[in-house]
T-cell receptor
Framework: NAGVMQNPRHLVRRRGQEARLRCSPM?????VYWYRQLPEEGLKFMVYLQKENIIDESGMPKERFSAEFPKEGPSILRIQQVVRGDSAAYFC????????????FGPGTRLTVL | QKEVEQNSGPLSVPEGAIASLNCTYSDRGSQSFFWYRQYSGKSPELIMS????GDKEDGRFTAQLNKASQYVSLLIRDSQPSDSATYLCAGMYSGGGADGLTFGKGTHLIIQP
């Protein structure tokens, strides 16, 4: 299965800990997007990356959140010093980088902050 | 400010009928539109994409785009109970495909057997 992979699928952290979410795009896809879905709310764009470059981080909170997509390995969304309000589903999507660039979503990581 | 608006529903449709889902958007610069289906607790699944004014058909699904009215719709023919889900409308600003998607909050569709 060459779909988008995310891990872990479920992550529990205590307030103040760090959360690391990983995303491997579909084979042949060079564009990675991260979205957050809060309970009872819609999907919100966070950041768009290509290999070794952050293209658009306009949806990222200014503090505690960072993302990378290194030359080798998966894309990582890092949340430092988590708070209860960070509890959400975090989805990664990948796209081929062609003109219409359809985005395909991974299964998501459900983050719970205790 | 890019916004995508959907009626949250629930929209209840009898099995076998046509389900009609609607979406409006505020940004005239939006170029491409997508419909995703999301089952409870699962990730969004791409159903249809549409870039030009008019209709686009794929199996039981038809997407319609009217850029003058800033309106997108999805028709589901011969609705099945398995179509019961939340349907998300999303817009992309850049015709070059270089943007994150702006999503509506979704319409909860219920197909009644």
């Amino acid at each position: 299965n060459a779909g988008v992979m995310q891990n872990p699928r479920h992550l529990v952290r205590r307030r103040g800990q760090e959360a690391r979410l990983r995303c491997s795009p579909m084979k042949g896809h060079s564009h990675v997007y991260w979205y957050r879905q809060l309970p009872e709310e819609g999907l919100k764009f966070m950041v768009y990356l290509q290999k070794e470059n952050i293209i658009d981080e306009s949806g990222m909170p200014k503090e505690r959140f960072s993302a990378e997509f290194p030359k080798e390995g998966p894309s990582i969304l890092r949340i430092q010093q988590v708070v209860r309000g960070d509890s959400a589903a975090y989805f990664c999507a990948s796209a081929p980088g062609t003109r219409y660039n359809e985005q395909f979503f991974g299964p998501g990581t459900r983050l719970t902050v205790l | 400010q890019k916004e995508v608006e959907q009626n949250s529903g629930p929209l209840s449709v009898p099995e076998g009928a046509i389900a009609s889902l609607n979406c409006t958007y505020s940004d005239r610069g939006s170029q491409s539109f997508f419909w995703y289906r999301q089952y409870s607790g699962k990730s969004p699944e791409l159903i249809m994409s549409i870039y030009s004014n008019g209709d686009k058909e794929d199996g039981r699904f038809t997407a319609q785009l009217n850029k003058a009215s800033q309106y997108v719709s999805l028709l589901i023919r011969d609705s099945q109970p398995s179509d019961s889900a939340t349907y998300l409308c999303a817009g992309m600003y850049s015709g070059g495909g270089a943007d994150g998607l702006t999503f509506g909050k979704g319409t909860h569709l219920i197909i009644q057997p």
